[in-house]
């Protein structure tokens, strides 16, 4: 074989290899996971809120920002006490954290502090599975 054809030989070799890579995976019949869902979560002396207070299950990111003269910790427990528990070490005063999950249909508590002493809690609903993220545009 000479030069000129072992070249040509090579190089059709590596344009079929390079050709087929990533062009044999398909995704048809499975969606994209759902979008995940920002929850605004405000700590005050006397008592967490949550907004929004009613999603429906998927990931999520909690965004918290403590108001209160102390650090408080944050807990994100289902009332029913059994499952995930999503939470964050001590937020200080004036502080802002952020901590994500992947949350399942209930009713969640949304506390700072300890059992025995903090502010009030919020309580946040999830609600069915939301749907894939299939046609949302500028999304991994």
Avoid: W
């Avoid at 398909?26 to 605004?40: E, Q």
């Avoid at 508590?109 to 069915?128: E, H, I, N």
């Amino acid at each position: 074989m000479t030069g000129r054809r072992a070249r040509a030989v090579a190089t059709a070799a590596g344009a079929i290899a390079i050709a087929g890579c990533g062009s044999a995976v398909h995704f048809r019949g499975h969606s994209r996971a759902a979008p995940p869902v920002n929850l605004s979560v405000y700590v005050d002396g006397s008592r967490v809120t949550i907004s929004p207070d009613s999603i429906g299950s998927g990931p999520v990111v909690f965004n918290v920002t403590n108001q209160s003269a102390r650090s408080e910790p944050l807990a994100i427990t289902p009332k029913t006490g059994r499952g995930i528990r999503i939470g964050t070490g001590p937020i200080a005063p004036n502080g802002t954290a952020q901590v994500a999950g992947n949350l399942g249909s209930g009713v969640y508590s949304v506390a700072a502090g300890t059992a025995s002493r903090g502010p009030a809690a919020a309580t946040l609903r999830v609600g069915p599975v939301r749907a894939g993220g299939d046609d949302a545009l500028l999304q991994p």
